[in-house]
């Protein structure tokens, strides 16, 4: 085994990369390594605290509960009694350690905001009767004093009332030789607000002769239910690092911490855990890893470059691709001006990613450093982007004029067949021309994908290929010659005039 096997990971995959840019493995040279376990520690204070969440609402207990208490008192006297155990119990910081052991990294750097115990979260109520109405959720009326009923005030409680019709005077007031009609000469009707029952319901209790408490909203009860759950706040501290290596030192930085190395770049162990009473702890830990700090001649250009973690992470590797990379570089240009084989250059490892890239419809830079994350910069992975949609589009241009004419040329010969060349009016003419126009917009589309995958420039390549002036030049051009096959046909659709037949009218002498 090898004494210094990250640095021979980070060698073979340079070299990897070297070969796939046309560079001889060796060109990739090793000229100094120094590669050893860092350490970092860390700690984390755990503090644990028993939250009460309390609510008080009107009538009975509800929910799922652990307790139910028969009064305040003896609810009170319980939350003493939990807080009591609570100061003396220490059994908690075994499960924090459970707990810890579930999260990635034992814990290290989590950024979790509490641990919450909830086999040990109790609900209990304590329920009693209403003060103000003793438990009975109404009070009596006290307008109708309880009666629901009320003396009609209209009529005195007599029921009956002076008749509106002859005004009490029993005749008919148009011809008093007659009696009236409506109190037959009775001279009273019934009363119009009692409907002659002589009382009325309460208004105030609506004839139910109690009215609701307001306090309990008639419930008559009240509960008090209290909810104690045991919650431990984490407090994560970075501690000391034993010969970081700078690199990695800014890559944290970069990561905003160290939280990162719990994603299987250290070994994180927890070393010891310290009990500072019975509600508090400290939990000592250490991430431990392999970094690798190496001086490369990467192909004439040297420079130094970081190896560290157990993901064999590299980091700040000159950018020595943008140089191998000059000759593809002046080819794209030269590809971008005149015609050419664009896929020679897919030699190069990364103008093939760009190429593929760019005919899948991606233009942005930084999908190219996903794929291509080392020895690159990002201003040669623009100009890479950049001139590989400029070369794709020239080396395209035959194939877009071509199937542009094609769309152009086909529906109207299809049009002219139908308008001009048979001779059937009919009403359906206006709905082919929409017809037509989507027949050369569907030609048009998916022949630039099929003349792209014709080529065999991508491995994918997608249909959804760039429309721009070409498409739009087409299409205009297509409606025009529709418009002017239209009007010139001899069955124009109504309200048309046909050219013809406007060039043919004989004038009136
Ligand atoms: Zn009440
Ligand atoms: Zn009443
Ligand atoms: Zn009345
Ligand atoms: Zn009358």
């Not at 085994?1 to 001889?24: I, V």
């Not at 917009?441 to 070409?470: E, N, S």
Request: with cysteine; aromatic share 8%.
């Amino acid at each position: 085994m090898s004494a210094t096997p990250l640095t021979d990971k980070a060698m073979m995959r340079l070299r990897a990369l070297a070969e796939s840019h046309q560079l001889l493995p060796d060109s990739i040279k090793l000229l100094r390594t120094e590669e050893k376990m860092v350490q970092l520690t860390g700690q984390m204070a755990i503090t644990a605290t028993l939250q009460q969440e309390q609510v008080r609402y009107a009538g009975e207990a509800r929910g799922k509960l652990d307790r139910v208490f028969r009064s305040r008192e003896d609810l009170d006297n319980y939350l003493k009694h939990v807080e009591k155990e609570f100061q003396a119990d220490s059994a908690w910081q075994d499960d924090v350690r459970k707990d810890l052991e579930k999260l990635p990294g034992k814990g290290w750097a989590a950024v979790v905001p509490q641990l919450r115990f909830d086999e040990r979260t109790q609900h209990m109520a304590a329920t009693e009767p209403c003060a103000d109405c003793a438990g009975r959720g109404a009070e009596e009326c006290t307008q109708c004093a309880a009666k629901g009923q009320m003396i009609c005030v209209h009529c005195n409680g007599s029921g009956s009332d002076v008749c509106d019709w002859c005004q009490g005077s029993g005749y008919n007031l148009q011809d008093t030789s007659q009696i009236c009609n409506y109190c037959g000469g009775q001279r009273f009707s019934a009363c119009r607000m009692c409907k002659g029952n002589r009382a009325v319901a309460c208004p105030a209790c609506r004839g139910r002769r109690v009215i609701g408490c307001q306090p309990c909203q008639g419930k008559g009860s009240f509960t008090q239910s209290v909810t104690v759950s045991f919650v431990a706040d984490m407090h994560f501290r970075d501690g000391s690092g034993h010969g970081l290596p700078v690199a990695v030192r800014r890559m944290i930085d970069r990561q905003n911490g160290v939280a990162f190395l719990a994603k299987g770049h250290a070994t994180i162990r927890m070393n010891e855990t310290t009990a500072k009473g019975e509600q508090q702890m400290l939990i000592h830990y250490v991430a431990e890893f392999p970094a690798a700090e190496m001086t490369v001649d990467f192909a004439g250009r040297k420079g130094p470059m970081t190896c560290f973690g157990l993901k064999h992470a590299m980091v700040e590797v000159p950018p020595f691709l943008d140089q191998v990379l000059a000759p593809a570089v002046d080819e794209l240009k030269n590809l971008s001006k005149k015609l050419g084989d664009v896929s020679v250059l897919r030699k190069y490892a990364a103008v093939h990613e760009a190429l593929n890239l760019v005919l899948q419809g991606r233009r942005d830079a930084r999908d190219l450093l996903r794929k291509m994350p080392i020895g690159l910069s990002l201003a040669r992975a623009q100009e890479l982007m950049q001139l590989s949609a400029k070369a794709l589009h020239r080396q395209n241009m035959v194939w877009r004029w071509g199937v542009a004419g094609l769309s152009v040329a086909l529906p109207l010969l299809v049009a002219w067949l139908c308008f001009d060349a048979v001779n059937i009016p009919t009403p359906w003419d206006w709905l082919l021309l929409p017809f037509f126009f989507l027949l050369g917009v569907g030609v048009y589309v998916f022949g630039q994908g099929a003349a792209l995958k014709a080529r065999k420039l991508g491995d994918a390549v997608t249909l959804r290929q760039p429309f721009d002036q070409f498409g739009w030049a087409a299409l205009l051009v297509l409606a025009v010659l529709m418009l002017v096959v239209l009007l010139f046909s001899a069955h124009p659709p109504q309200g048309l005039p046909s050219l013809i037949t406007l060039a043919t009218v004989p004038s009136t002498p």
